[in-house]
C-alpha cells in the first residue's frame, strides 16, 4: 500500500515567519509529488509540483523533495494570514495517473 | 481557464435512495476522478476513469458505482445511500501524455449528508 504521510497540525505559525510542511511517503518508486492548499469550505488548488531532488521557489514557497529519505516539504516564507489554510501533499507512484494524498495539514498563521 | 463544475453544492437524501452526483469538465481531460474527503482521513479515491466507458477502481468503492458515457462528463452513483456515505464528495480532472503525471483540477464539492 503505498502511504503519503502528513502531521494533521494544527500548526500555527506567527505572521511573517517561515512555515515549514512536511511530508513522508513509503514508496521509493514515487517520482513526483503535489503540493495543494485548501482554504475551508473550498476545493483543492495547487500550489507546487516537484519532481526532482532539491529545491523548487515560486515566489514565497518553496518545495523540496529529499527521495533518499523519502520526504518532501513546502516552505512559505513571509507568512500571511492569508495562507492560513490545510496543505495537502500527494504522490504520484507511476503506472495510472492517480495520486495518493496525505491527511493534511491545517496551517494558522496568527497576526 | 480549466472548469470542472459538479451538479449541486449541498444534498440531503434518505438512506436507501440511489443517489448521482454529476461532474463535467470544460478541457477535454482523459482523466477524471471522484474522492470523498472526511475529517482526518483527507482525500480518498472512489474509481478514476482515463477514458471514455473506461474506469477503475480506487481505494474505498464499496457502495459506489460510476458512469463515463462521454468524456466532459464523470459521474458517481450511490446504488443504495446509507449515512456513513454522509461526506464531502470532490471530482477532478487531469490530462495525460509524455510519461508525466498532470495537475488535477478540482471541481467545487458536493457535501452529501444521508439521514
Known amino acids: 500500500q503505498k502511504e503519503v504521510e502528513q502531521n494533521s497540525g494544527p500548526l500555527s505559525v506567527p505572521e511573517g515567519a517561515i512555515a515549514s510542511l512536511n511530508c513522508t511517503y513509503s514508496?521509493?518508486?514515487?517520482?513526483?509529488f503535489f503540493w495543494y492548499r485548501q482554504y475551508s469550505g473550498k476545493s483543492p488548488e495547487l500550489i507546487m509540483f516537484?519532481?526532482?531532488?532539491g529545491d523548487k521557489e515560486d515566489g514565497r514557497f518553496t518545495a523540496q523533495l529529499n527521495k533518499a529519505s523519502q520526504y518532501v516539504s513546502l516552505l512559505i516564507r513571509d507568512s500571511q494570514p492569508s495562507d492560513s489554510a490545510t496543505y495537502l501533499c500527494?504522490?504520484?507512484?507511476?503506472?495510472?495517473?492517480?495520486?495518493?494524498f496525505g491527511q493534511g495539514t491545517r496551517l494558522t498563521i496568527n497576526p | 481557464d480549466v472548469k470542472v463544475t459538479q451538479s449541486s453544492r449541498y444534498l440531503v437524501k434518505r438512506t436507501g435512495e440511489k443517489v448521482f452526483l454529476e461532474c463535467v469538465q470544460d478541457?477535454?481531460?482523459?482523466?477524471m476522478f471522484w474522492y470523498r474527503q472526511d475529517p482526518g482521513l483527507g482525500l480518498r479515491l472512489i474509481y478514476f476513469?482515463?477514458?471514455?466507458?473506461?474506469?477503475e477502481k480506487g481505494d474505498i468503492p464499496e457502495g459506489y458505482s460510476v458512469s463515463r458515457e462521454k468524456k466532459e462528463r464523470f459521474s458517481l452513483i450511490l446504488e443504495s445511500a446509507s449515512t456513513n456515505q454522509t461526506s464531502m464528495y470532490l471530482c477532478?480532472?487531469?490530462?495525460?501524455?509524455?510519461?508525466?503525471?498532470?495537475?488535477?483540477?478540482f471541481g467545487p464539492g458536493t457535501r452529501l449528508t444521508v439521514t
Open positions: 500527494a504522490g504520484f507512484f507511476g503506472g495510472a495517473q492517480k495520486l495518493v
Open positions: 477532478a480532472s487531469s490530462q495525460v501524455g509524455g510519461g508525466r503525471p498532470y495537475e488535477q483540477y
Open positions: 516537484i519532481y526532482s531532488n
Open positions: 478541457m477535454d481531460h482523459e482523466n
Open positions: 476513469s482515463y477514458d471514455v466507458k473506461m474506469k
Open positions: 514508496d521509493r518508486g514515487s517520482q513526483s
